[in-house]
């Protein structure tokens, strides 16, 4: 589904993504983990095509596509979601009428009627109750004063509405309480299919245990020092990284 | 500062002087000889005034705009629907600056409401004007405001009785054939009296682009616990001047609320000036400019809070684009009488285009000492976080700024309560974003749901 090679990036000209090799396959759940500011969220804002992050090596297939060369629009229609780290406040444009809009130029890419409003606003509420969201949020000016929790199920929500092929959640856990972090699991779970795939970046291993990854992988200045099962993930929470910084001082 | 660019209007005023309506009346004659002197002495303001400093009227003095000599008769069912001319309202049609009674559906007589042309006042009853008509002190400036009592042709008089409320908005139209050098010299007078109530919506449009000249001024004066609420809609042709003044006087408790929105013109400007001359009295703000290709747009209000316990609110938003230019002047003087005051302003503006331009400048003076004043002013782009946010949901760019400029003007739009008005003006609203709707972009939340 996703197959990245020899990725390099840099923001504001300085390099950030120095090497990655990827592939993801449809039906598989893939852990991002390492230290700040070792380049996650660049990475997963590369894949979501954000202009600041700019690709200056190498290659990204999706389902088919080159996906640098696409635009961010065209990237979310063909199926890319990206759950932000820090989602950002809209003041003035209703998240309901965002929603919509999100989800109606995606089904024209696909050559599918615009949903009715009666269809919309049901499905909207069934996946609101699954996020376990208050619905008065979804008629509030998007993420404007919504709680850090609250921004994140919102991520949540909208992924859910979107079904995308291939969802990149960036920390979506950071910050949340017990419940949420089992919300967003749960939401992970329930879309978890054989056509669809993940990428998962978190710090912490505990949301591992409620979505079970296939890959784990540990960026690093840049570059993935390690893969493995979801046993690296608990070594990792037991090791912390330091111990990687000697096999990427090697690697260098 | 005699020179030619102004000259003409002296030679032309002693032409038609004795034509112009009231002339009969020495007073109303007086006022207009009054004027033109004023007029005669300073010409058109330059931008040595700080006024005018970053408005040039050198191309507008360049012309000689001359009256339309009669009325040019237009075919109500060739009005654009735009006009809101299907939406109930006590109407008044005015073309070129002289009404059109053909066009005027309106013929009940009201209750305690006068409602007319001006032009028909001042020849049937000066008297009754003589009170209200050029009395306040701003129209003794040079400059557009002379020239406007020098030559003013025509234009509303509305007079409401105490305690009259109107149920339907009063709606004066003013029409522009689209002329070259041709000028509007429009003048109205509200007198609102004590405890009475209006909506009053005064659009300017225009059939064809032309660089025509529309001098209006308005004078209001409400009355104690009156309540107006006023609509200055311009969309005047793309290569036409506009020059605007508003003239308010609050007695006590009465309560002001104006909504100024300006569109169109090739060279815009509009004063605002409220007094709030009594205790209690409160005026409301709310204005929006939208600027584009080469043109430029200047609103300067002013509040005076003259007595105790006054409010005032004011809200102003602009978004510029290619290589237009706005300006703010939001002057709020609270005099020494003027105890506990509460005078709010704001002044946002949204620059689309790296050569759109905007002088914002808040004005404070304050001369009490026991008040509640506060003022923002801001100037910015596009967020492009939002932008990247949204387009990450698969809306594309151009949409995605539309919904962010959008959003950046709604609450004013919101804040307009005749729905028709409203609805008006976020068509215009998307037709200048988009060439058209995005349908179910306005509307409340159940129009979405
Ligand atoms: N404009 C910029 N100029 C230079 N460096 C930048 C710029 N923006 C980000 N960086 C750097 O890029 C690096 C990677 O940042 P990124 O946000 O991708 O890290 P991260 O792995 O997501 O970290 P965290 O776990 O804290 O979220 C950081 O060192 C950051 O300081
Ligand atoms: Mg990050």
Sequence with gaps: ?252 | MMNPAHTVYGDEFRGMEKTLPGSHAPWVRALRAQAMETFMEQGFPDTRIEEWKYTDVRTLARHHFTASPGLTSIDESALPSRLLTGEPAHRLVFVDGHHAPELTPFNTLLNGVTLTSLAFALANRPEELESCLGRNTDLEKPGFNALNTAFMSDGAYIRLAPGVTLEQPVHLLFIATGKTDTVATVRNVIVAGPGSKAQIIESYFSLNDAAYLTNTVTELIAGDGADIEHYKLEQEGESAYHMAGMYVRQHRDSRYTSHNIALGGRLVRNDLHVTLDEPGADCTLNGLYLTRGRQHVDNHTRIDHCKPRASSREWYKGVMDDRSRAVFNGRVVVHKDAQQTDARQSNHNLLLSNEAEVDAQPQLEIYADDVKCSHGCTVGRLDEEALFYLRSRAIDAATARIFLIHAFATDVLQRIRIAPVRRHLEEQLMVRLHGGEIPGLYGNQEGVA
């Design chain 1, 1 to 252: 589904m996703l197959s990245i090679r020899n990725l390099h990036a840099s923001v504001d000209g300085t390099p950030i993504l120095r090497g990655i090799d990827l592939e993801v396959k449809a039906g598989e759940v893939h852990a991002i983990m390492g230290p700040n500011g070792s380049g996650k969220s660049t990475f997963a804002n590369v894949l979501a095509g954000r202009e600041q992050c700019r690709v200056t090596q190498g290659e990204v297939h999706f389902q088919g596509h080159d996906l640098l060369a696409m635009s961010p629009e065209d990237r979310a229609r063909a199926g890319v979601f990206l759950a932000f780290q820090y989602p950002v406040e809209i003041p003035g444009v209703s998240n309901i009428y965002f929603l919509k809009a999100a989800l109606n130029a995606i089904r024209k890419y696909h050559g599918l009627e615009e949903l009715d409003a009666m269809d919309f606003i049901s499905r909207v509420k069934s996946k609101v109750e699954m996020v376990k969201m208050d619905e008065a949020l979804i008629y509030r000016a998007v993420n404007e004063g919504f709680s850090g929790g609250e921004k994140k199920r919102n991520e949540i929500l909208q992924m859910m509405v979107l079904e995308p092929a291939l969802a990149i959640l960036d920390e979506t856990d950071s910050g949340l309480d017990i419940d949420a972090l089992k919300t967003v699991a749960d939401g992970v779970n329930q879309l978890r299919s054989d056509d669809r795939a993940f990428i998962v970046v978190t710090h912490y291993q505990r949301l591992l245990n409620y979505i079970l990854p296939d890959h784990v992988h540990v960026l690093s200045n840049g570059r993935i020092v390690k893969s493995g099962g979801p046993e690296l993930a608990l070594e990792l929470e037991e090791r912390g990284y330091v111990w990687l910084n000697e096999l990427t001082a090697g690697a260098a």
